[in-house]
């Protein structure tokens, strides 16, 4: 959810008439797609670690070093991926909306605000999803990243347990099938919600 707030922020940042936010919205999404995944979770733990502890000190000097959760730090991390990406999708699928639905909205008096909820967004909605879908998928499977910023995720997991029994096939082949089954999983969630979105929409004869 976090990071389709970024998305929408960075979509909207990029289809700005300012230029300042234009500029700032391509940066963004830039910055998060030109950047391995595991370098973000890196920069966010660690930077947000010393962010943490200057601002402590300045309240208090003598103040020790202080930790951001790993938890905290991965996820917000992962939220940034995500809305990197997802925003070039939203942007994508903003543009993509006919320009003449909007303007027949528009001479049956329907208010800018009207028009968007009724018109331009369920029309974008149906454009997004395949793009978030496969965006929502890859956010799956880079969860298991975060395990080098210590948290007890599955593949710390997994990696703890190969070290304890000495049996890596079998623990990394039960991680691999656990991530199939969710990968599986979420993309029937979002076959089904491709299906909802097109309902009513004219089929071409083949």
Wanted: positive net charge; charged residues 15%.
């Amino acid at each position: 959810m976090l990071g389709f707030v970024w998305a929408i922020l960075g979509a909207l940042a990029q289809l700005s008439s300012i230029g300042f936010l234009r500029a700032a919205g391509r940066g963004f999404t830039l910055v998060v797609r030109g950047t391995p995944e595991l370098l973000i979770i890196l920069i966010v733990y660690f930077g947000g670690t010393v962010a943490l502890t200057g601002l402590v000190k300045l309240i208090n000097p003598h103040a020790g070093y202080f930790e951001v959760p790993a938890m905290l730090a991965g996820v917000f991390a992962l939220s940034l991926v995500f809305g990197g990406y997802a925003a070039e999708v939203l942007r994508g699928a903003f543009l993509a909306v006919p320009k003449g639905e909007i303007e027949a909205a528009h001479a049956f008096g329907m208010s800018a605000y009207t028009s968007f909820v009724h018109i331009q967004l369920p029309l974008m909605w149906r454009f997004a999803l395949p793009g978030l879908g496969n965006n929502w998928i890859s956010l799956i499977k880079d969860t298991s990243l975060i395990s080098i910023v210590g948290l007890e995720e599955l593949m710390r997991i997994t990696s703890m347990a190969t070290s304890v029994n000495g049996e890596p096939f079998r623990f990394y082949l039960i991680a691999a099938l656990i991530y199939l089954l969710l990968t599986m999983l979420n993309t029937a969630i979002v076959d089904a919600l491709e299906r909802r979105a097109a309902r009513g929409e004219r089929k071409l004869a083949r």
